[in-house]
């Protein structure tokens, strides 16, 4: 991941967060300070699979998703190291993703690239599942890290491992079943970040910007009804922006799906414009939708650093975007 176009103000939740601790030090000391450690995660504990889930309403399915079996999947990919266009740990990883789609429907988008820093293979993965409705819904991730850090043990536990593990969780709950709506095809985009920092547009998404090209002159994009895109989704302390470049009403159906299952505390709290792998098929007229946690540590202090390892994460905001993202496409399917 990308940039942000301007950080806003905190939205109500964190604001209320926040009071509270000035109240409490207030109590105790007559003063008033602001803390400059990350934001806590309110208390809450990280529940181990999606059995911890908060209940739904009666007439909701309760989505299927192994959070403890994700997490595992991100501490594999994680301990294959940097995943930077060319390395090892990026051969590694995509074999891994190869390896658990086996037996999937399974196509692969190979090409090359040249960039400021040289010439590179890319390779997106894409799973399909099928359904009954004429139609398909895209759910996204990127897998690589990016180039300016390969060399600093960069592993990008959050930003790539963790949503790249939610969608081989999400595989295998569409492996083997005939879906009652839309179809579903996984995708795990490659060379998505920048080949240099700050974020330079011209040098970052080239595998969703190929597939998006490819699917439009092939006149597939007309078949996408909602393009989902995870990124840095595996943040302990989870809060899900608003991104203000994705598609309102598909934002507002993610909203419906994060109340429904009792998540809405940990969706949209502020709203924010994002450059991310969902811009390409914006630009074609996709409806998409970006769901970002784009504050990783106070003031995004692990993004894009060494900092970014297991240690941040949990299984239950990995559970609890894995639920909403299936309640999303379930209720996609209803529309």
Not at 162 to 173: D, G, P, V, W
């Amino acid at each position: 991941m990308r940039r942000s176009e301007g950080r806003p103000e905190l939205g109500p939740g964190k604001l209320a967060h926040c009071w509270g601790i000035a109240l409490f030090l207030l109590l105790i000391s007559s003063g008033c300070a602001r803390s400059s450690s990350t934001h806590a995660s309110e208390g809450k504990p990280a529940a181990e699979s999606s059995a911890e889930v908060a209940p739904v309403l009666a007439d909701t399915p309760v989505p299927e998703f192994n959070a403890s079996r994700a997490m595992e999947y991100v501490k594999e990919i994680v301990a294959f190291g940097p995943r930077a266009l060319g390395s090892e740990g990026h051969k590694k990883t995509e074999n891994f993703i190869l390896a658990h789609l086996k037996g999937d429907q399974v196509e692969r988008d190979d090409f090359e690239i040249t960039t400021l820093e040289g010439r590179f293979p890319v390779h997106n993965i894409l799973a399909r599942y099928p359904g009954s409705k004429d139609g398909v819904i895209v759910i996204a991730s990127h897998y690589d890290t990016n180039w300016p850090l390969r060399t600093e043990n960069y592993v990008g536990a959050n930003d790539g491992a963790s949503s790249s593990a939610l969608l081989l969780e999400l595989a295998n709950q569409m492996r083997g079943k005939k879906r009652d709506g839309y179809s579903v095809w996984l995708l795990w985009d490659d060379a998505e970040e920048s080949m240099k920092l700050p974020w330079d547009d011209a040098e970052s998404l080239y595998g969703v910007k190929h597939l998006a090209d490819k699917w439009q002159t092939a006149g597939t994009l007309k078949k996408v009804k909602a393009f989902l895109l995870e990124d840095m989704i595996g943040d302990a302390d989870l809060n899900i922006e608003r991104d203000a470049n994705s598609t309102p009403w598909l934002e507002d159906l993610i909203g419906g799906a994060a109340t429904r299952l009792g998540y809405q505390s940990h969706f949209f709290a502020r709203e924010i414009a994002v450059t991310d792998d969902h811009a390409p098929f914006l630009s074609r007229g996709v409806p998409s939708a970006d769901l970002i946690d784009l504050d990783y540590g106070y003031n995004n202090v692990f993004h894009h650093t060494i900092h970014d390892t297991l240690d941040k994460l949990s299984p239950k905001s990995l559970a609890i975007v894995g639920t909403v993202t299936l309640q999303t496409v379930y209720m996609l399917d209803q529309r």
